[in-house]
């Protein structure tokens, strides 16, 4: 199973690199930036140690489709998708938080919610919600961005603003950008048969202080889905719901006795599962674009994409 976990490329130009969880971004002197979606996996902040075969290609597509779905309400970083596992678009200066954004009350929301917790991130979840019910309006819980391997935290707006992490003007945009971006990924998941129940943005700002959607966008790793199909009645009888999204992941990760917490053990991920992982994902990929996976060439995933990437700068 051939996988991309790591790269080590020089680009003409290149400044620096920084590795994320799963994306690792060059930059490059005249204000580009190249993004490689890997393959590896991350859930409850912790990377897994084993790659999911065409995950990273997976990813970048579903973002690229998205980020062109919703090109005509907020701006984003985007300039070309030159390969399967590559975005290249405009240096941006990320802001340090996530713009997690909750419809329904489920995952993390839920787990809180169990806990007897009514608030979250400074906003109010109203009492008698059973898990995976709809909240009134959706709701914005950020969360700080970690670096690889730390936990991201809860933060609300009040401390975003105060703590100057994100000055009050920039953040009241973001807020804007992210509820506009949800009802339009609502709205996208709804063709589709599916219900967006959550999700995360992350933004930039280029050179010219523009502020720009970055990173991922409705993609199974940032967002989790259920079928619209039966969901009421799921709910009316108490079971769970019918998820697309990377839930099942940490669903067996909890299973199997782990959830990041110190002290816990990863528990082995064998090439079978692995490979069902990857099934999974491209199930994902299939219902969330509509469109059918093709899987790209992994024979040798590095030369293609570096040959793929100086092709393109050529005509940036």
């Known amino acids: 199973m051939n996988t991309i976990t790591n ?17 690792e971004v060059y930059r490059l002197a005249n204000d580009i930036m190249v993004m490689v979606a890997t393959d590896r996996l991350s859930a409850f902040d912790v990377v897994m140690p084993k790659g999911i075969p065409y995950k990273g290609q997976i990813l970048n597509q579903i973002a690229t489709k998205m980020m062109n779905e919703t090109a005509d309400i907020v701006p984003n970083w985007l300039m070309a998708t030159p390969d399967a596992n590559v975005a290249i678009g405009h240096a941006c200066e990320p802001f340090k938080v996530e713009m997690v954004i909750r419809g329904y009350m489920s995952g993390h929301a839920a787990r809180e919610y169990k806990l007897g917790k009514r608030v979250l991130c400074g906003v109010a979840m109203p009492e008698g919600l059973k898990e995976n019910d709809k909240f009134p309006i959706p709701i914005i819980t950020p969360a700080t961005k970690a670096e690889m391997g730390d936990h991201d935290e809860d933060i609300s707006r009040e401390d975003i603003i105060k703590r100057g992490i994100v000055s009050e003007v920039d953040y009241k945009q973001l807020e804007t950008y992210t509820h506009a971006l949800f009802q339009r990924g609502t709205e996208i998941a709804a063709k589709r048969g599916l219900i967006l129940v959550d999700t995360k943005y992350e933004f930039g700002k280029t050179i010219d202080g523009k502020i720009v959607l970055i990173d991922e966008i409705h993609t199974p790793d940032s967002s989790r889905y259920f079928y619209a199909d039966g969901y009421a009645e799921r709910q009316e009888r108490g079971e769970g719901q019918k998820q697309l999204s990377k839930e099942f992941v940490r669903q067996w990760l909890i299973s199997n006795g782990f959830q990041g917490l110190e002290g816990q053990a990863l528990p082995e991920m064998t090439d079978e599962y692995i490979t069902t992982v990857s099934e999974r994902y491209i199930e994902l990929y299939e219902n969330i674009t509509g469109e059918q996976f093709v899987k790209a060439d992994v024979s040798n995933i590095k030369t293609r994409i570096e040959g793929n990437v100086l092709k393109c700068l050529k005509t940036l």
């Open 7 to 23: 790269t080590d490329f020089e680009f003409p130009n290149q400044i620096d690199v920084y590795k994320g969880k799963v994306r």
